[in-house]
């Protein structure tokens, strides 16, 4: 199961609204690090790839809605 965009929009939100629910996820040994250490891939994602992950799909979103209100057809 893929949980770190599950984080990133967490991420986002907290930063958002001035939060900080992400961080029960991020205690030592916690769901994060465990969740991190079962996955296949070997590779452990970092909190902060997760963050800046989901920071660029919104700016693309954002920047998307702005063109497309721009040019209505």
């Known amino acids: 199961m ?7 929009a967490l991420f986002h939100l907290d930063t958002a609204q001035g939060t900080d629910h992400a961080a029960c996820f991020l205690t030592p040994d916690g769901p994060w690090q ?7 891939s070997g590779r452990e994602l ?3 790839e997760c963050r800046e992950t989901m920071a660029q799909y919104c700016s693309f979103v954002q920047k998307s809605a ?3 209100a721009v040019h209505r057809w």
């Open 46 to 48: 970092e909190p902060a």
């Open 34 to 40: 465990r969740w991190a250490r079962e996955r296949p």
């Open 2 to 8: 893929t949980r770190h965009p599950a984080l990133g």
């Open 66 to 68: 702005r063109h497309r």
